[in-house]
């Protein structure tokens, strides 16, 4: 068993790490504790922490804190490292390009990194139309420049997203985004001439999952017609699954009728991956699973393994209606993450991470199925790919559970797995492995989430 070493300088994180779970404390151990001190201290109270393990290096499927604590790593950084930490492509990628320039910005000497990551996003997303792409450095920024540049485009204002969307923390992303709190409560007023409408959620529609597809559809569209006007709105925004708002995979058919719905009316239809894109759900987007073809998307997280970078990309004619300089920002498309972003790629091409994450869902849907017989309180098990949800309710119905969600959470931190929650009612487990988790590891995952679901 190794000590943590001491300064980050000397340590080799990425694949290179032990893929163990080890634990030589409880969790979180006495150093970690010193240094949430040292946060609560210093740190402003909004920032919360899921887990207070302070983190020294992480790679593959596991993540090492400063008590010398090796953990099974469920989430990835909120889906962000698909590729693992410290992946070795982006590594010597990033490593090489730090050493050769750090900045220059894009705007004013621009630099091949950025073309190549517009290049890839141009290729790889949906569609083999003539596309356009713009780099950002956080997904809310890649939200809100698409809804600029669908403004631009349509010469028309509203935006209509959905029932427990989530897409940023900004002004215009939180008026965007579903859930009150903890994203948007005291933090108003809100962007206007945004419009919320239903979305097909199997799981709680009233009148059953298989009339769901078809009445969401028909309520959205005849709310957008009705309060708002179609040839009011610029763009229509949505995930393809909900992330935040708890893994929700709109009933099939929902998506390609909104689609359509946006096409026949000359709405931009902007599919937001910035969690579900990059091999997570075992497709590089997930709005492929139906053959939808979006007119933008946004993505971010898993792009650059790590660094941060954010991009919009979409048909040529509708990223190109903002004017020359309309677009930008001092850091977008930073050279750094951009050769993140080339490694990342690579790996995942090379790795073929789509079927590492088809395998992790099988692998999860089949043991979380048969736990679902074992325990009353699991509502709904879905997802697909590597985003893998289980919804806990009350006991004999559909009342949603958050406290049995928050104390399963807890003790699967106490066995040292590290494990997500989301929801609008904040009573789903959400699981993200990193795609190059092994698989002695997630099954290990599953055996202590089991024992913390035995012992609830
Ligand atoms: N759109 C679909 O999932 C970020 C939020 C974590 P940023 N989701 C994680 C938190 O509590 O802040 C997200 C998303 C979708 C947009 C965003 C926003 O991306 O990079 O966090 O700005």
């Given at each position: 068993?190794?000590?943590?070493?001491?300064s980050?300088g000397q340590?080799p994180?990425?694949?290179?790490l032990?893929q163990?779970?080890?634990?030589?404390?409880?969790?979180?151990?006495?150093?970690s504790?010193e240094?949430?001190?040292?946060?609560?201290?210093?740190?402003?109270?909004?920032?919360?922490?899921?887990l207070p393990?302070?983190?020294?290096?992480?790679?593959g499927?596991?993540?090492?804190?400063?008590?010398?604590?090796?953990?099974i790593?469920?989430?990835?950084?909120?889906?962000?490292?698909?590729?693992?930490?410290a992946?070795?492509?982006?590594?010597d990628?990033?490593s090489?390009?730090?050493?050769?320039?750090?900045?220059?910005?894009?705007?004013?000497t621009?630099?091949?990194?950025?073309v190549?990551?517009?290049?890839q996003?141009?290729?790889l997303?949906?569609?083999?139309?003539?596309?356009?792409s713009?780099l950002?450095?956080?997904?809310?920024?890649?939200?809100?420049?698409?809804v600029?540049?669908?403004?631009?485009y349509?010469?028309?204002?509203?935006?209509v997203?959905?029932d427990?969307?989530?897409h940023?923390?900004t002004?215009?992303?939180m008026?965007?985004t579903?859930?009150?709190?903890?994203?948007?409560?005291g933090?108003?007023?809100?962007?206007?001439?945004?419009?919320?409408?239903?979305?097909a959620?199997?799981y709680?529609w009233?009148?059953?999952?298989?009339?769901?597809a078809a009445e969401?559809?028909a309520?959205a569209?005849d709310?957008?017609?009705?309060?708002?006007?179609?040839?009011?709105?610029?763009?229509?925004?949505?995930?393809?699954?909900?992330?935040?708002?708890g893994?929700i995979?709109?009933?099939?058919?929902f998506?390609?009728?909104?689609?359509e719905?946006?096409?026949?009316?000359?709405?931009v239809?902007?599919?937001?991956?910035i969690?579900?894109?990059?091999?997570?759900?075992?497709?590089?987007?997930?709005?492929?699973?139906?053959g939808?073809?979006?007119?933008?998307i946004?993505?971010?997280?898993?792009i650059?393994?790590?660094?941060?970078?954010?991009?919009?990309?979409?048909r040529?004619?509708?990223?190109?209606?903002?004017?020359a300089?309309?677009?930008?920002?001092?850091?977008?498309?930073?050279?750094?993450?951009?050769?993140?972003?080339?490694?990342?790629?690579?790996?995942m091409?090379?790795?073929d991470?789509?079927?590492?994450?088809?395998?992790?869902?099988?692998?999860?849907l089949?043991r979380?199925?048969?736990?679902q017989?074992?325990h009353?309180?699991?509502?709904?098990?879905?997802?697909?790919?590597?985003?893998?949800?289980?919804?806990?309710?009350?006991?004999?119905?559909?009342e949603?559970?958050?406290?049995?969600t928050?104390?399963?959470?807890?003790?699967?931190?106490?066995?040292?797995l590290?494990?997500?929650?989301?929801?609008?009612?904040?009573?789903v487990l959400?699981?993200l492995?990193?795609?190059?988790?092994?698989?002695h590891?997630?099954l290990?995952?599953l055996d202590?989430?089991?024992g913390?679901?035995?012992?609830?």
């Open positions: 068993m190794s000590a943590a070493p001491s980050a340590l994180g990425g694949p290179s032990p163990e779970r080890r634990l030589v404390t409880a969790i979180p151990g006495p150093k504790q240094l949430q001190a040292r946060k609560t201290a210093a740190v402003a109270a909004g920032v919360g922490t899921t393990v302070y983190v020294t290096r992480a790679g499927g596991v993540v090492e804190d400063v008590d010398g604590n090796s953990l790593d469920f989430g990835s950084g909120i889906a962000v490292t698909n590729v693992g930490n992946a070795q492509a982006v590594v990628r990033a090489a390009q730090l050493a050769a320039f750090t900045h220059t910005c894009f705007m004013v621009p630099y091949e990194g950025y190549a990551v517009a290049e996003l141009n290729e997303t949906p569609g083999d139309h003539e596309k356009r713009a950002f450095n956080s997904g809310a920024e890649a939200v809100e420049n698409a600029k540049i669908a403004r631009a349509t010469k028309r204002s509203a935006v997203v959905f427990h969307g989530y940023g923390r002004n215009l992303t008026a965007l579903a859930k009150n709190m903890p994203y948007k409560h933090f108003g007023p809100f962007a206007p001439d945004v419009h919320r409408v239903p979305v959620y199997p709680r009233l009148t059953g999952a298989e009339n769901c969401a559809a309520q569209i709310m957008i017609n009705k309060q708002v006007g179609a040839d009011n709105v610029a763009a229509i925004i949505i995930e393809p699954i909900q992330g935040e708002g893994f995979e709109p009933a099939k058919g998506l390609p009728a909104i689609a719905f946006a096409r026949a009316n000359g709405i239809f902007v599919a937001d991956e969690q579900t894109g990059f091999c997570r759900t075992g497709q590089w987007f997930a709005c492929e699973d139906e939808v073809v979006p007119d933008l946004t993505t971010a997280k898993g650059a393994g790590g660094l941060p970078l954010a991009a919009v990309t979409g040529a004619e509708i990223m190109d209606a903002a004017h300089g309309g677009l930008g920002g001092t850091y977008g498309g930073n050279p750094v993450a951009c050769a993140a972003a080339l490694g990342s790629i690579e790996t091409k090379e790795l991470l789509n079927a590492k994450a088809r395998r992790i869902g099988e692998v999860m089949d979380l199925r048969s736990l017989e074992k009353e309180i699991i509502g709904d098990v879905r997802g697909r790919g590597a985003m893998i949800a289980v919804e806990l309710v009350k006991p004999g119905g559909k949603p559970n958050p406290e049995a928050a104390a399963i959470a807890k003790a699967c931190h106490a066995e040292g590290v494990v997500l929650t989301a929801g609008t009612y904040g009573n959400r699981f492995p990193p795609l190059v988790m092994p698989e590891l997630l290990e995952g202590i989430l089991e913390a679901f035995a012992s609830h």
